[in-house]
């Protein structure tokens, strides 16, 4: 299918916009930079808590930044530089709008610089993949717009009829993750940095999940496979192995990725039925997983002697192949009873890594590697550079890889470790952590050495730029317009695969079925809760220590949800209920257990303890690897914002009296004197009745003391 | 109706009639992609990211 007959009618010529791929690109390799780099700082801090230098560097709030960098950031740019890139030449047109593009990458610029900014600063939802607040959550909401108007405009002026599968992919990417991200950050503003989620307990619980792992799917999975479809065909020069695979694939792919998101609360107080939902779902996805990297790799039938020679077909191997061993993983890890034993583990932060330094990492390596010479019109600077990166690169995934599923296994492992008297053998959460300190070192190596590869990614990038001619010509081809002369006529199926809007619509569908099956049944809350469990709300003082926990990212090394399994219930006591955290906004269960789970810490220690605590660990628990909180104990409580919060609360449906609505913040202040004075009469000498930790203690000593056991 | 709908889940029959109705979909997917003269087609798309237009 040539249009090289110049004789024929009905040829024009097309101006590809290359300028804003060029921007998407340099965007994706400086962000890179810096997601990897605070990655290899968080991962030092776990093994050496005083590099929590200042409060903006803690772990709790560069987590996150971590987290969001690389997802919205490092994965946000790649995505659409390769789909601006590949869209343009498989529909044979120029992108919509040159300014909505313009618009689209300083918009997201802008966004990610102000989430760099807001983060260290604490200023946080505290929802993970999801930290950032309501005035960011907007502007996310509003850019994606601009992308879809532009991507879909782009796809009206198309002057190829038919939608290759890679444009599916974009399209189930861009409708999904807009629903995602929309639902998951509804909330209610209480100032310009602060918000109230509007779900509380077990429905952000869900709803944090369902996004979460769509996140994973939608953000890090269907796009990247888009970009696998185009580029890997483009590399080898030969088709995908199976485009009926490719069909079937999808389709199954997005229809039962929505699904699984409850996976991530698997023995927890979530109801049965959604877990066993969860659980089917996500051991189904190990199909269209692996339908998707079987048709990647094998599209190299015959011509395996590329994965010898060219670097940028080993990086899409290795990326594939990677993507592979995680979608095997992952559905594994749903097993309920290989969950009890991973979850709240390293091995997750591992399975995480293995797809996302593996799979979108090196799939974006691949591309830029191809798509940086044909952009700036010359060759690759190096080739054996890149290949150096490649191994270098895959060490590094390896190290940390390993190293953190060792971690997960030994810490799961001695987590549940009982004696003959049906005892724990480790009933020292400390013990259980400082096993697995040298695993953090070597996965801080990995890192590196990831890192290091990286470094000659960017040289070569720079060198090859450098080379390029000065003035860069915009690509520009003649297209011979196909929708006068069908190449064949059009029937059933083949018609829905050229017609966008009926297409897209059906991936809405498919996505909507699976989100509203689960999250409907749990919106009214009241079917679950049980009415004879009666618990109270957080005192208003307790709520300002809550809004402390929250901007600290206590959650991100800190559980509160005490799984329904033997070994939680010997450790942390009975099991929690949904009641427990049924006034929680956000949700708190948290995903990790860096530190120990805390859903029933309060007055299991003293309030001195916990001062202390929070001032150095290490003065405590020598072993700790916990920041300090130094500047807890100088920094104020913002009593005057409580009035407002306790009636916002009450408002959504919290039951406090009719004191703590009218007079908040005295309620608070009287509370905060007691503990004051119970700390000063035990050798404290500052007065801290109006400050930080003063709240955050009170908060502590609430935990589990609230009812609905 | 909803309360309803969850007490079914329970009922082995509509789990049975939920996996075949899944399955089934599956299955027409599969039958639907090797239709008859569905192999030019199919031919035809995956050709499209690898043809090259005449640069000018």
Redo the contacts between chains.
Sequence with gaps: MSSSNDTNSGLIQVKYNDQIVRMFTLATIFWATIAFLVGIIIALQMAVPQLNLTGWLTFGRLRPLHTNAALFAFAGNAIFAGIYHSTQRLLKTRLFSDGLSKLHFWGWQFIIVLAVITLPLGISQGKEYAELEWPIDISIVLIWVVFAINFFGTLLRRNERHLYVAIWFYIATIVTVALLYIVNAICIPVGLFQSYIVYAGIQDALIQWWYGHNAVAFFLTTPFLGLMYYYLPKASNRPVYSYRLSVVHFWSLIFMYIWAGPHHLLNTALPGWLQILATVFSVMLWAPSWGGAVNGILTLRGAWHLLRTDPIIKFFVAAITFYAMATFEGPLLSIKAVNSLGHYTDWIVGHVHLGTLGWNGFLTFGMLYFIVPKLWNTELYSKKMANIHLWIGILGILFYYVSMLAAGITQGLMWRAVDANGQLVYPDFVETVIRIIPLFLFRALGGVLFLAGYVLLLYNVYKTIKQAPKELVEETVQVRISSSTPIHPERGHRKLEGMAAAFTILALIAILVGSIIEIAPTLSINKYVKTENKVEPFTPLELAGRDIYVKEGCYTCHSQMIRTIQSDVLRYGAASTIEESMYDRPFQWGSKRTGPDLARLGKKYPDLWHYMHMEDPRAVIKESIMPAYPWLITSKIDFDSLQKKVSLFNKLGVPYSDEDLSDANNRAKEQAKKIADVLKSQGVKEDVSDKKITALIAYLQALGQKGGE | M??FA?SQ?NEIYLIVIGFFLFFSV?IG??F????KG?K?????????????????
């Design positions: 909803k309360q969850l889940f599956f997917a599969i639907w992609v090797y239709r569905s030019k087609h199919y031919d035809y798309l995956s050709q499209l990211p690898l043809r090259e237009e005449n640069r000018t």
